[in-house]
């Protein structure tokens, strides 16, 4: 049987494939990591601020620094280099699900299907065998770590959670219903003097 490639999903497919084309592939950073992480946060991939200052969650009115600054001190305030020493302290990494992806604009809806490669978390999660809890930030990280990485995952004694992204496209939940949520989750990973 031959396979019409121009009609229905197939389709649609081919035609997202050849935008993905067009559109400058924007490529995410190395993992933050410090030596005995607990938490390992998940993003889907860097926005446009964050891609132009080389700096994860760069976007002034993204709450994740607010948030890392209630759990861990990280405060948006302190420079780039003393948060991420702030989170290696606390024992919480963060990367992307994704190394690089078409994607115009910052929006996680606007990512071009097809055109996703996915970072090796599972050769992370397999070096540091001190994460226990991969924090999802936001449903995109979780579908694409659903879908393209839990099957590649050789440990099983991860426990997931996804929770409110921190964005400001995310603008359903306050900023402070936002932290009760990840200081709930984050909290019993923490270290006590930390927590």
């Known amino acids: 049987m031959i396979t019409d490639l121009t009609a229905g999903p197939a389709r649609q497919l081919n035609q997202e494939m050849s935008q993905a084309r067009k559109l400058e592939t924007s490529r995410g950073f190395p993992p933050v990591i410090g030596v005995d992480p607990r938490v390992l946060v998940l993003g889907s991939l860097p926005g ?37 020493g702030k989170l290696k302290h606390a024992g919480i990494a963060v990367w992307d699900v994704l190394y690089e992806a078409a994607r115009p604009g910052s929006l996680d809806s606007s990512i071009v299907a097809g055109s996703q490669t996915v970072n090796d978390i599972a050769a992370l999660v397999s070096r540091h065998t001190t994460i226990r809890l991969i924090a999802f930030n936001g449903q995109k990280a979780a579908e694409v770590f659903r879908r393209r990485v839990a099957p590649t995952l050789a440990r099983v004694d991860l426990e997931t959670v996804t929770l409110p992204s921190t964005s400001p496209a995310y603008a359903s939940l306050r900023r402070t219903e936002k932290l009760a949520r990840w200081r709930r989750a984050l909290k019993p990973h923490l270290p006590e003097a930390i927590a």
Do not use: T, V
Request: proline share 5%; net charge positive; hydrophobic share 45%.
């Open 48 to 84: 446009q601020a964050s891609l132009a200052a080389r700096q994860y969650y760069a976007q002034p009115r993204n709450a994740f620094w607010m948030i890392m600054g209630e759990l861990c001190g990280a405060r948006p305030e302190l420079g780039y280099a003393d948060r991420l």
